[in-house]
C-alpha cells in the first residue's frame, strides 16, 4: 500500500523530509490497506505542540455519520517538531504530506517542510520538461506526431 501526492512536487520546492506514524481507527486503516485515500488537498499543522493532518480524505464504506476528512494526530518526537516550528515560523514554509504507506503494520506518513513555487516557476518547469522529453523522443529516434 503507497498514497502518493502527485501535486506536491508542482505546486511546491521540498526542503526537508520527515516520516512519522498516524493514529488512525480500525474502518480508516483497512480503507488504507485498500488504497482509498486521497492526501493531494491536505496539509499538516502544528497545535499546541502536536501536528495534526487536516483535510486528509480517507473514507470508510458503510459509515453514514463517518467525517472522511477530520483532522488526524501525527506522532513525531517532541525535537522534531520544536525544529519543524521554528523553521515554519521563521522562513513561512508549510508542512504537506508526501506519502503514505505501511511499515510492517505500521501505518507511516512522510511529511515535508516546502515552499509554495510561484506562477513563473511552475511554467518553468512544465516547460523543462517538455524539453526533456523532446530530447529524449530524438535520442530514441521517434517522430513528433504533430
Known amino acids: 500500500m503507497k498514497i502518493i501526492n502527485r501535486k506536491a512536487s508542482f505546486h511546491y520546492k521540498i526542503l526537508e523530509k520527515y516520516e512519522g506514524g498516524i493514529v488512525l481507527g480500525g474502518g480508516e486503516v483497512k480503507s488504507l490497506k485498500v488504497g482509498g485515500a486521497d492526501i493531494s488537498n491536505s496539509y499538516a499543522k502544528i497545535v499546541n505542540g502536536e501536528v495534526y493532518l487536516i483535510n486528509a480524505n480517507i473514507p470508510i464504506e458503510g459509515k453514514r455519520d463517518y467525517n472522511s476528512t477530520r483532522s488526524r494526530k501525527i506522532l513525531l518526537h517532541k525535537s522534531e517538531i520544536v525544529s519543524i516550528n521554528t523553521k515554519i515560523k521563521a522562513k513561512k514554509l508549510t508542512l504537506i ?38 530530447i529524449e523522443r530524438e535520442l530514441r529516434g521517434e517522430k513528433k506526431i504533430n
Open 97 to 134: 504530506p508526501l506519502k503514505m504507506y505501511n511499515k510492517g503494520r505500521l501505518i507511516k506518513i512522510e511529511l515535508a517542510l516546502a515552499k509554495p513555487k510561484r506562477e513563473f516557476e511552475k511554467r518553468q518547469a512544465i516547460k523543462k520538461k517538455d524539453l526533456e522529453r523532446e
